[in-house]
């Protein structure tokens, strides 16, 4: 019981999340979750946290959305009704969904992507949010080439795009990976594809993983 406080990880989850690298999820920028396939949340990142603290969510959020809660008790209606079903699909096909969500508060707007992989047969859902690229807000209105230029272009002119989900790195920081749409549409001449350790962890897994161990 002590360690699913102190990690934020159900023990057994842990197993499900041998090939996603659980380092690089903990130190990820973006909100990462994991659930058990009935929706009910066996790890957190410390990102979740991070946000919850700089939105103005705590101390609620870590005493109500603790290991255990069901993400959809967050959402009602049709909308639970619709995330269900597209998560039902994602856990029963094995197939990884991706999409594009609002997450406001009363003074930022806010866009992220979403992409959420299968885990172990059937057993789980890892959910990695990234930000989408929020250009800075100078007096003077820069340029986007110029914002690009400073998160994503390293020092030979390269971009790195992960060639599976393609996301960005962003080079400021660890272990950021942003989805900045027009490189979506179109990636400049001077891109290096690999693959951000989620996309490595769900399509080259290393062994077939479950929560009751490796087969
Ligand atoms: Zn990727």
Redesign the pocket.
């Known amino acids: 019981m002590v360690n699913y406080v102190m990690e934020h990880i159900d023990r057994a989850f842990k197993l499900l999340l041998k090939n996603h690298y659980i380092d690089d999820l903990n130190t990820h920028t973006g909100v990462i979750y994991g659930v058990w396939a009935n929706y009910r949340l066996a790890y957190l990142n410390p990102a979740w946290f991070r946000f919850a603290l700089e939105n103005g969510g705590e101390p609620q959020i870590t005493a109500d959305w603790g290991l255990g809660r069901s993400i959809l008790d967050c959402m009602s209606g049709v909308v639970r009704e619709f995330y269900k079903a597209k998560f039902d699909k994602c856990l029963m096909s094995h197939e990884v969904c991706n999409h594009l969500y609002e997450c406001s508060s009363k003074t930022v707007y806010r866009r992220y992507h979403q992409i959420v992989y299968p885990l172990g047969d059937r057993e789980g859902l890892l959910f990695v949010n990234s930000l989408i690229t929020n250009r800075p807000h100078d007096k003077e209105k820069r340029p986007d080439r110029d914002a690009n230029e400073l998160f994503y272009v390293d020092e030979n002119g390269f971009i790195c795009q ?1 060639a ?2 393609r ?1 960005t790195k962003n080079l400021r920081e660890a272990e950021r990976w942003d989805w900045v749409p027009e490189w979506v549409r179109q990636c400049p001449e001077h891109t290096s594809h690999t ?2 350790p ?2 490595f962890g769900h399509y080259f897994p290393l062994t077939t993983t479950t929560s009751k161990g490796r087969t």
């Open positions: 992960c599976l989900c996301r693959f951000c989620s996309c």
